[in-house]
């Protein structure tokens, strides 16, 4: 088994996803087997009662695991099902712990961080790693593990300490370090700067790691001298200086890795047993986000949700909504509504807001009501799709989406007013059938 770990620096939320992601897109298309893992250092069990504001939209995986959204993004680049497990949380892991200690397992040793958490998290990935993802059912040979957060934070720290221990019970040709950094850009100087990215390698390597690659982030294209730099400070070769600015599109960020020599580095670094140039899988990347820039005629669509000031609130809605744009030649123009600027009478209603709101939903070609929670915000998501059903628009509705479509035809057409859930004389149960777009609706008036 070959391990590539990626880190972050300077700041969360810079990539590291992304990044994992395309890296096992390249190694895919060289013929591995791939498998990811993501390491989410707080004390949650898993990612099910999170606000969509803290870490964004929830991916409920086959066997039912709510984790976090990057292993959404790990199965739809690398077109493997992972399974709860392969989402590790210090929750877990010391969850893990206890349970072995209050069974007697330590024979009345004193538990510490380490060695037991630090045991168990490496444990954790070694058997994971095992666990077939593919249609074939065979076991994978490259393991990418993603720890989420940033380096020296206080709750990643016994993480860091593990893959630290794990680098030599692994072996130096089976493990190596991609760190992810940012070159930030002031807008005052314009000159991109690489101090940030020098003190996160340098703590870095003070926690006892040091990176076979950087990958540095910047909002434009990073100049040769300022790779140099940070080749000469960081203590690696030029060519394990790797830059990857804002695209166009996610899908040109395998394409970018590839261009800089990343599959012929692994491939040394690693002494894996594939053909250095990728086949097939990436061509048809190239293709599509060839085609992607190509696309002129544009699909209007309005998502009517509560947590639009996020949007990866709504990730795999929205890639869901892009892939199907691409398919039938068409580049998405996706509107946010925030369906609370869709009520009237309410207290703090903004009059601005509420005509741009329906404006922007009067110029879409379809209508989203995604998933939600609780009652704020369900009234205005009620009347877009009253609006949608009355003008014959097309519509979708996904969980709470749908039932609201319900609840509206109730009202409106049944003449149920007060209808509004189980909370009414009227009593709506809908049933949506499993690998069916039909919907089965049961109503009484109990």
Not at 194 to 203: A, D, G
């Amino acid at each position: 088994m070959k391990y590539i770990l990626v880190t972050g620096g300077v700041i969360s939320g810079i990539g590291k996803g992304i990044i994992a992601s395309s890296i096992g897109t390249i190694m895919k298309s060289c013929g591995l087997r791939v498998t990811a893992l993501k390491i989410d250092p707080y004390i949650n069990i898993d990612a099910g009662t999170f606000s969509p504001y803290e870490h964004g939209e929830v991916f409920v995986l086959n066997d039912g695991g709510e984790v976090d959204l990057d292993l959404g993004n790990y199965e739809r680049f690398l077109d493997i099902n992972l399974y709860k497990d392969n989402n590790i949380t210090t929750g877990k892991i010391y969850q893990h712990v206890i349970t072995k200690e209050r069974r007697g397992d330590y024979l009345g040793k004193t538990v510490q961080v380490v060695p037991h958490i630090t045991d168990a998290i490496q444990e954790w990935v070694m058997l994971q790693a095992k666990v077939p993802v593919d249609n074939d059912q065979k076991v994978p040979q490259l393991c990418i593990i993603e720890l989420g957060g940033t380096i020296g934070d206080i709750e990643s720290m016994p993480f860091v300490e593990a893959f630290r221990q794990f680098q030599f019970k692994a072996k130096r040709e089976n493990f190596c370090n991609i760190h992810v950094s940012l070159v930030p850009q002031p807008k005052s100087t314009g000159e991109q700067k690489t101090k940030p990215t020098q003190k996160s390698v340098r703590q870095l390597r003070g926690l006892g790691l040091s990176p076979d690659l950087i990958v540095c982030r910047s909002s434009k294209p990073i100049e040769k001298p300022v790779k140099e730099k940070i080749s000469m400070f960081c203590h690696v070769d030029p060519e394990q200086v790797i830059f990857v600015h804002d695209l166009s599109s996610t899908y040109r960020v395998p394409l970018l890795l590839e261009q800089q020599g990343v599959v012929e580095y692994i491939y040394e670094r690693l002494e894996l047993p594939i053909e250095k140039r990728p086949k097939i899988i990436l061509a048809d990347w190239k293709e599509m986000a060839d085609r992607y820039e190509r696309l002129l005629e544009t699909c209007s669509i309005a998502l009517v949700g509560k947590y639009t000031k996020l949007s990866d609130s709504y990730a795999s809605v929205i890639k869901a909504l892009e892939h199907a744009a691409i398919a039938i030649n068409r580049k998405l123009h996706l509107m946010y509504i925030d369906s609370t600027d869709l009520e009237t009478n309410t207290e703090d209603q903004n009059a601005v807001k509420y005509h741009t709101a329906w404006q922007q939903l009067c110029k879409a070609d379809g209508i989203l009501v995604p998933s939600g929670f609780n009652i704020r915000g369900t009234e205005g998501k009620i009347q877009a799709i009253s609006w949608a059903r009355k003008m014959k628009k097309p519509f979708l509705g996904v969980c709470l989406g749908m039932q609201l479509a319900v609840v509206e035809f109730a009202r409106n057409q049944l003449g149920w007013k007060e209808t509004f859930f189980a909370f009414t004389p009227h009593l709506i149960k809908t049933i949506l059938l499993e690998h069916s777009f039909s919907t089965l609706l049961i109503l009484s008036t109990d």
